[in-house]
């Protein structure tokens, strides 16, 4: 007998920035475990393009366009999945944006830019969602968290200061809407290269850098997010809320040496 533990079979999943990276990659992950998921991003052709070659369950996956940080986008997104599905049972809050540079060369329209998507369309997203779970008395919302939470990186200082509020944003909802029966929490990668990473992390110097403050010795694959995201949305999970999962390969644990010990 399969166990259904950590099934999430036949949820309606919305993975919002769930075109490429780290959202394209839980997308797959739930779309392979028969869930039925929507992705959402700015670009119709790649959203259809990724909704093609994800799909791989017993549901098509579908998309829907939506910029987060417009307001009206997020409100015609959740009406038109309601529509069209009848509910939402997981939210993976992907969507997000960065620009490294000195902290003081940072426009008002760069900073305003960042933190809109980060954490303005991440909180604005789960409140539309938040609303439909709270009538039903069910739902989970998984938020993408950082390893600036931790310790903010040196060079994205806006980044940081909108993880941070996602980071409590996390633990207030969850406070406030578990009466409700609604989950709230959060996955923090470590270094993983994506689409908008990995021409970074492919320089030598970053690469052995990465590898060397990484107890497990290497680099992420953001399949291997998959794992947690499932977790945090299956019945396993049914007690846990307002909780951040550290998947970090032990960046987190503490600090390694750059020589051989």
């Given at each position: 007998?399969?166990d ?7 949820q309606?999943v919305l993975?919002?920035?769930g ?5 394209r990659?839980?997308a797959?992950?739930?779309a392979e475990?028969?869930?039925q998921?929507i ?9 259809k393009?990724?909704?093609k ?5 017993k549901?098509?996956?579908a998309?829907?366009?939506?910029d ?5 986008d997020v ?5 038109s999945?309601?529509?069209k599905f ?11 944006v960065n620009k490294?540079?000195?902290a003081e060369?940072?426009?008002?329209e760069?900073?305003d830019?960042i933190v809109n998507i980060?954490l303005?369309?991440?909180f604005?997203?789960a409140?539309?969602?938040g609303?439909h779970m709270?009538?039903?008395?069910t739902?989970?919302i ?5 390893l600036?939470?931790?310790a903010?990186?040196?060079g ?7 993880k941070?509020?996602?980071?409590m944003m996390t633990?207030a909802l969850?406070?406030?809407w578990?009466?409700?029966g609604v989950r709230?929490?959060s ?10 990473s990995?021409?970074l992390w492919a ?8 590898k ?5 010795g290497?680099?992420g694959d953001?399949?291997e997010?998959?794992?947690a995201?499932v977790?945090?949305a299956s019945?396993?999970?049914?007690f ?13 644990a ?5 020589i051989?010990?």
């Amino acid at each position: 007998m399969q166990d259904k533990l950590f099934d999430v079979a036949d949820q309606v999943v919305l993975v919002s920035g769930g075109s490429r990276g780290i959202g394209r990659a839980l997308a797959q992950g739930f779309a392979e475990r028969d869930a039925q998921v929507i992705v959402a991003g700015r670009e119709a052709h790649t959203l259809k393009q990724t909704a093609k070659e994800i799909s791989r369950g017993k549901h098509p996956v579908a998309f829907e366009v939506c910029d987060v940080a417009k307001p009206e986008d997020v409100d015609r997104l959740v009406g038109s999945v309601l529509k069209k599905f009848g509910r939402i049972d997981t939210l993976l809050s992907v969507a997000g944006v960065n620009k490294r540079m000195k902290a003081e060369d940072y426009t008002l329209e760069e900073y305003d830019r960042i933190v809109n998507i980060n954490l303005r369309g991440a909180f604005a997203i789960a409140q539309a969602v938040g609303r439909h779970m709270i009538g039903r008395k069910t739902g989970s919302i998984i938020n993408i968290d950082s390893l600036n939470t931790y310790a903010p990186l040196a060079g994205v200082t806006p980044y940081a200061i909108s993880k941070a509020g996602v980071l409590m944003m996390t633990r207030a909802l969850a406070n406030e809407w578990g009466k409700h029966g609604v989950r709230v929490n959060s996955i923090a990668p470590g270094f993983f290269p994506t689409d908008l990473s990995k021409k970074l992390w492919a320089q030598e110097k970053m690469g052995a850098w990465g590898k060397t403050v990484t107890p497990l010795g290497r680099l992420g694959d953001v399949k291997e997010l998959v794992g947690a995201a499932v977790f945090l949305a299956s019945p396993a999970a049914v007690f846990v809320t307002g909780q951040t999962i550290r998947v970090d390969g032990g960046v987190t644990a503490g600090i390694n040496w750059p020589i051989d010990l």
